[in-house]
């Protein structure tokens, strides 16, 4: 009975140690499922490799300009992942600040596997997702990117490189996904380098608050 349990408390311990790797990648922008399994078969070792694996620098990997830019001043960047949230926050940076801007860019960002071993699929898609919004939004986008990275990160370091005013985000992430992937407007915020507006809800009934509220 005694080694039973010792085998039991062995495999459980090997598992958690490879899961903690794959969520420690995954908060870095490499969250491809096969890390799961990965990290179920090779447990610790995988820790050990993960360093090496993952990447620094969140990376552009496609982008489209879809319409002419504006006459206003403003540069904007919306974050795009397909959620309603998200289609609220372009809504309301069409609605707030669409008539003052010069460039209006949507951008979603995949995992950085995706973006090496997919580009045909669920890149493809994150490009078609972005046109269907770039078209609901009624001409004001002016650009569509796909950025390689964690969200937060590729959002920050795209609006850095590309002189953005204003990042708008949907607030969005409950229950466990929030806890193991943390919160992308979070994030933002805490980061600092850049202004951030959040929407509070669905594109039914957004609210906003600005980077300062912190409150939420």
Known sequence: ??????VLITVAVWITAGLLAVWWMARRGHGGPGWLL?????????????????????AMIAGTEVEPRGSGGLR????VDGSPESRAALGLAVDLLGPYTKTLVAAQVVDYDTAELDRQG????AERRLGAVAE???GHVTACEVLAGPPAAALARFAGENDIDVVVVGRHGRGLSKRLLGNVAQELLRDGSVPVLVT?????GAGARAAG???W
């Open 1 to 6: 009975m005694n080694d039973i349990w010792l």
């Open 38 to 58: 990965m990290g179920v078969v090779f447990g610790p070792i995988l820790a050990l490799v993960a360093g090496e694996r993952v990447r620094r620098r969140p």
């Open 76 to 79: 904007v960047l919306v974050g």
């Open 122 to 125: 669920r890149v493809a898609e």
């Open 136 to 138: 609901e939004a009624g």
């Open 200 to 204: 509070g809800g669905r594109a039914d």
């Open 213 to 215: 509220d912190r409150a």
